[in-house]
């Protein structure tokens, strides 16, 4: 059922991507480089000092370019010293194909968005990139400004204000509104290009000619593994295969799953008790909390706590060093893809750790999951995976890293 209805989705989606021949652009246009000057822009903080690029990092696959050795370092600090988020920065590559949010009328399931809840919806700007490069500017565990008006004033008295004015008109910045929104559809034209978006990993050339440039034999099992719905399934939610006019995989179909991931006990927001006077009880409540704050979708809430996006397969695990610890999960939960792919595996064949001596997770149990409602359980638990299974699958998602080279 989950599956066909993904494939559905996915069918539907691939209508809005770009063939494969339009990435053949390496070089940025104007409007490109004035969003790419602005994600960089450190000046647009409180205090100065963060950007985008702070928590989105190319080395790492434009996520968290912090190591994650400690899970506390998971979420990563504001502008405001001692300041942090409550969840992982997602990555910014790819997430500019995700569709307007909207719902599903048939499945009750909402596709698209940004933001791990979902929030940054597309409905004002038709984009919804656009709206998730809004967000971090005034959220004040992040970029921290006061409101639109005060990134505007920083953008247009500053370097960029002339590129500014040249793509969206001379008096773009009179009105804060249409400034802030100009400021936000050119960073998105920045995370829309070839620069974020290479589609340059060794499955793509596999992709594009098979013979001349084959997976190894443990990747090509991996590959077989991980389409098979009696075996990893993981393409059931990781769509890997091209569209009809040779589109790229996208290796999401932008929906949302409570997959029973366990609560990072060193996440900071526990502490952060000024902006958390939940504390320790603090729960993430996904999509269906921002749910909850939409007046036509509220009585729907309740069936969409704990779930997150599904994020793209894609440079899961590019790193800059092989010492380099990238954590996973919304929450940085999980500090490997090897671990990951064994909770997939394993989650539902081992006891909760907390109702058990001596717990190692992921070797004797797993952490009970953060939000035990609406579990995806038709999708993953008992895969019935061994473990050469497992490194093929891992061996596998290796190949989606981008910036391979042909040897």
């Known amino acids: 059922m989950l599956a066909s209805r993904r494939l559905a989705l996915l069918a539907t989606l691939m209508l809005g991507l770009p063939s494969s021949s339009l990435f053949a652009q390496t070089e940025l246009n104007a409007l490109e480089q004035l969003g790419k000057q ?34 506390s370092a998971a979420v ?13 920065p997602p990555m910014a590559a790819y997430a500019s194909f995700s569709p307007v949010l909207y719902l599903d009328p048939e499945e009750d399931h909402f596709v ?47 370097k960029n204000g002339d590129g500014l004015r040249t793509w969206f008109g001379e008096t773009v910045c009179d009105n804060p509104v249409d400034g802030y929104n100009a400021i936000a559809r050119a960073i998105a034209a920045y995370e829309s ?14 992709l594009r000619d098979p013979k001349q440039y084959p997976l190894s034999e443990q990747e090509a099992w991996g590959l077989e593994l991980y389409a098979r719905e009696d ?16 589109e790229p ?34 729960l993430d409540p996904g999509l269906g909390g921002f749910l909850q704050t939409v007046p036509r979708f509220a009585d729907r809430a309740a069936d969409h706590l704990g779930k997150f996006k599904v994020p793209s397969l894609r440079n899961t695990d590019l790193r800059p060093a092989d ?14 893809i090897e671990e990951v792919v064994h909770f997939y595996n394993t989650r539902d ?59």
């Open 112 to 158: 698209g968005g940004n933001f791990w809840d979902g929030r940054a919806t597309g409905w004002l700007l038709g984009h919804a990139t656009a709206e998730q490069a809004q967000g971090p500017f005034l959220n004040p565990v992040e970029q921290n400004l006061p409101d639109p008006a005060a990134v505007v004033s920083r953008v247009c008295s500053g």
């Open 193 to 206: 290009s070839p620069e974020m978006n290479a589609f340059s990993s060794k499955y793509d050339f596999y």
């Open 76 to 88: 990563q600090e504001g502008a405001v010293a001692g300041r942090f988020g409550k969840r992982r």
């Open 38 to 71: 602005l994600f960089f822009d450190t000046q647009l903080s409180q205090p100065p000092g963060q950007a985008c690029a702070s928590c989105h990092s190319q080395v790492t696959g434009w996520t968290s370019p912090q190591t994650g050795a400690d899970p």
């Open 349 to 407: 064949l081992k006891p909760i750790c907390e109702e058990i001596d001596e717990p190692q997770p992921g070797a004797n149990c797993w952490p009970a999951p953060e939000m035990r409602a609406n579990l995806n359980t038709e999708e993953l638990g008992d895969l019935g995976l061994n473990a050469e299974e497992e490194a093929a699958i891992v061996a596998f998602l290796r190949t989606l890293n981008d910036g391979w080279t042909p040897p």
């Open 249 to 282: 995989p996208l290796f999401t179909d932008f929906t949302y799953d409570n997959l029973g991931v366990g609560r990072n006990p060193e996440n900071p927001w526990y502490q952060a008790t000024d902006r958390n006077p939940n504390g320790e009880q603090w």
């Open 231 to 246: 075996k990893g399934n993981c393409a059931a939610c990781h769509p890997h295969e091209t569209g009809p006019n040779g």
């Open 323 to 336: 010492a380099f610890v990238k954590r996973f999960m919304h929450n940085g939960a999980q500090a490997s």
